[in-house]
């Protein structure tokens, strides 16, 4: 289980940060002065980008690997988190919803594929139980810090410094996210070029 804790330590930063951003995301929305329905409209286009853009996605993991796929889609959150910041109006903030909603995709297809291979079958409940409550202890912590910085920095700040914070734990995936095992045996396997050549 040492591999999906380091996993789980790998992306806590992101947890943590959206549970800093979506606490406060509609609020900051509605201060573009969008009705109800638009900002409904904009997360349904992020939900969407997501449906469609995850078969493609999944299959991307298998040829390149989950971890790649994984601190790839921690860097979109980058851009995204970023890009709230910088929104200037509802066309903004549409593009920046459905990278949005893709990278989401990434995420839980690359996290959980990426589990499933570091653990035996009889295993996956328990190491899925610890991915799902380091989710839960970054939204616990996320909340309650956003509604904080939001209201002594202001919105964009906020989403700046999740930005930034997401930076940091990309490099600490860099460091410690466990390699992809699959694509590692793949290697192994493959024949040295002393061996094809003979």
Same mark, same amino acid.
């Given at each position: 289980?040492?591999?999906?804790?380091?996993?789980?330590?790998?992306?806590?930063?992101?947890?943590?940060?959206?549970?800093?951003?979506?606490?406060?995301?509609?609020?900051?929305?509605?201060?573009?002065?969008?009705?109800?329905?638009?900002?409904?409209?904009?997360?349904?286009?992020?939900?969407?980008?997501?449906?469609?853009?995850?078969?493609?996605?999944?299959?991307?993991?298998?040829?390149?690997?989950?971890?790649?796929?994984?601190? !790839?889609? @921690?860097?979109?959150?980058? %851009?995204? +988190?970023?890009?709230?910041? #910088?929104?200037?109006? *509802?066309?903004? /903030?549409?593009?920046?919803?459905?990278?949005?909603?893709?990278?989401?995709?990434?995420?839980?297809?690359?996290?959980?594929?990426?589990?499933?291979?570091?653990?035996?079958?009889?295993?996956?409940?328990?190491?899925?139980?610890?991915?799902?409550?380091?989710?839960?202890?970054?939204?616990?912590?996320?909340?309650?810090? !956003?509604? @904080?910085?939001?209201?002594? %920095?202001? +919105?964009?700040?906020?989403? #700046?410094?999740?930005? *930034?914070?997401? /930076?940091?734990?990309?490099?600490?995936?860099?460091?410690?996210?466990?390699?992809?095992?699959?694509?590692?045996?793949?290697?192994?396997?493959?024949?040295?070029?002393?061996?094809?050549?003979?």
């Amino acid at each position: 289980m040492r591999k999906v804790v380091l996993l789980c330590l790998a992306i806590f930063p992101l947890l943590i940060c959206s549970g800093i951003v979506y606490t406060i995301l509609s609020l900051f929305i509605a201060d573009f002065g969008t009705t109800k329905t638009q900002i409904g409209f904009l997360y349904t286009s992020s939900a969407l980008a997501g449906a469609i853009s995850s078969p493609l996605l999944g299959r991307l993991g298998d040829k390149i690997g989950k971890r790649p796929l994984l601190i !790839g889609a @921690m860097a979109l959150f980058v %851009f995204v +988190f970023g890009g709230f910041a #910088l929104a200037r109006n *509802l066309k903004d /903030l549409l593009l920046i919803m459905i990278i949005e909603g893709s990278a989401w995709g990434a995420i839980g297809i690359s996290a959980t594929s990426l589990i499933a291979d570091l653990v035996p079958s009889e295993r996956r409940g328990t190491a899925l139980g610890i991915y799902n409550t380091a989710w839960n202890l970054g939204w616990i912590i996320g909340p309650i810090v !956003g509604g @904080m910085f939001s209201d002594n %920095f202001g +919105f964009r700040k906020t989403f #700046l410094f999740a930005s *930034l914070f997401i /930076l940091g734990g990309i490099i600490l995936a860099l460091l410690i996210l466990p390699q992809d095992p699959k694509k590692a045996s793949d290697s192994k396997d493959e024949p040295s070029e002393v061996a094809q050549g003979s």
